[in-house]
Structure formats: structure tokens, C-alpha cells
């Protein structure tokens, strides 16, 4: 079946621009994950979505950082006013709920280049 | 809190060697273990887990990873590389009972030559 898709895959913006970056997770997983993986930091957590419950924003790195799912399926990560420190790369990771723990499946990401 | 430490960054071998990439992490209470593997300008696949039970775990493409709660390890190894097992692998973990979220390392990047 259809994996998680991420678009664009590519976008370059000029810094201080708002950028929106998209998610389709993999119908029937409730569970929705946002990650950053830059050059220095590694891969690190941003925000985690799980059905109708308040998400997870611990990982937000700043105020500029926003997401929304809208449904329960589709999600949108904005970063406002962008500064060359958030060109990375942005994964986005789906799961079906429960425990103990079931797979993420991750999208090819989004490259985000901010001049 | 959880920190995972993959101890080489880059890592070259020949092809038809073994090759072994360590993990070594630090969290306060039990933990489930993984290790992705990202080919060139591709998305994070699952190459094997370790939530309970037998200590070694084998994976796709050959590969397995042993559990060592004493030494909170957990190596990557696999007998004889392969031209495509070329890729950047991640260590990552859960904690028992939390928050979902996987917390990686850095990642080590393979290269396997001919």
C-alpha cells in the first residue's frame, strides 16, 4: 500500500520567509511524528501527534515552529520567519496506536534550504 | 532523560568483510531498542528491534544486533557487507511506558568498497 508521503521534497526559501511543509501519513495510523535532521543536530524529535489527543511540542526548537493535523490525518508543519539555522531536512513518521510500541514508518522528507 | 551514543561516525570496509557498528545508550528506565537504515536521499527503514525476549535480534539484509543491559549496548553487526549496504544506520530508543518519540544518535555512515 501507499507509504508516507512528504511534499515538496525540495523547497529553498530566502530567510525571514513562512514556509509550510506537508505530511500524508499512512491511512489508519492515528499516531503522527515530526523530526529534524540537520548536519549538526543529528535527528531530533519536534512534535508527535496521537488521534484527538493535545500533542507533544516539546521538541519545538522556537515560537516559529507550528504544526497542525487536521482530521486526524493530514499535517502541516510551519516555520515562520526562517533563519538558515532551520535548512534541514524534515521527516515525518506515522504508526498505528497501542502498546507496547508499534513501527514508525517514515517519509522520504522535505530538504529545506533557506538562503 | 535518554541519550544514545553511536561511537563511530564513518565507518569504511571492503566488501565480504564483517562489520560491526556500536550503540551505546543511557536512560533511567528500561528501554526499546532499534536501528534505521537510510540509503542515499531516502527515507529512515527499519532494520531491526529489541523490545523483550532474546537478547539477539536479526533484522533484514542480514543483519542482527545483540542487547547487553550491562553494558547498555547495542551493536549492529553483520557477517559480510554487500556493494548496497552502503547507507547511513541509526541507533535509536524508546522508553518502557513513555512517550513514543525515538531519540537517536548521530548516526554512523557505512561505505562499503570493492
Known amino acids: 500500500g501507499a507509504g508516507v508521503s512528504q511534499s515538496p521534497s525540495n523547497k529553498v526559501t530566502e530567510k525571514g520567509k513562512d514556509v509550510e511543509l506537508r505530511c500524508d501519513p499512512i491511512?489508519?495510523?492515528?499516531?503522527l511524528y515530526w523530526y529534524r535532521q540537520s548536519l549538526g543536530q543529528g535527528l531530533e524529535f519536534l512534535i508527535y501527534?496521537?488521534?484527538?489527543?493535545?500533542?507533544?511540542k516539546s521538541g519545538l526548537p522556537s515560537d516559529r515552529f507550528s504544526a497542525e493535523r487536521t482530521g486526524g490525518s493530514v499535517s502541516t508543519l510551519t516555520i515562520q520567519r526562517t533563519q538558515q539555522e532551520d535548512s534541514a531536512v524534515y521527516l515525518c513518521?506515522?504508526?498505528?496506536?497501542?502498546?507496547?510500541?508499534?513501527?514508525?514508518?517514515f517519509g522520504p522528507g522535505t530538504r529545506l534550504t533557506v538562503l | 532523560a535518554q541519550s544514545v551514543t553511536q561511537l563511530d561516525s564513518q565507518v569504511p570496509v571492503f566488501e565480504e568483510a564483517p562489520v560491526e557498528l556500536r550503540c551505546n545508550y543511557s536512560?533511567?528506565?528500561?528501554?526499546?531498542l532499534f536501528w534505521y537504515v537510510q540509503y542515499p536521499n531516502q527515507g529512515l527503514q527499519l532494520l531491526l528491534k529489541?523490545?523483550?525476549?532474546?537478547?539477539l535480534v536479526k533484522g533484514i539484509n542480514g543483519f542482527e544486533a545483540e542487547f547487553n543491559k550491562s553494558q547498555t549496548s547495542f551493536h549492529l553487526r553483520k557477517p559480510s557487507v554487500h556493494i548496497s549496504d552502503t547507507a547511513e544506520y541509526f541507533c535509536?530508543?524508546?522508553?518502557?511506558?513513555?512517550?513514543?518519540?525515538?531519540?537517536f544518535g548521530k548516526g554512523t555512515k557505512l561505505t562499503v568498497n570493492p
Open positions: 491511512s489508519g495510523h492515528t499516531a
Open positions: 535509536a530508543v524508546i522508553p518502557k511506558g513513555g512517550s513514543e518519540k525515538l531519540v
Open positions: 513518521a506515522s504508526s498505528l496506536p497501542g502498546r507496547p510500541y508499534n513501527e514508525q514508518f
Open positions: 529489541y523490545l523483550s525476549g532474546s537478547t
Open positions: 536512560s533511567s528506565v528500561s528501554v526499546y
Open positions: 501527534f496521537q488521534g484527538n489527543s493535545a500533542p507533544d
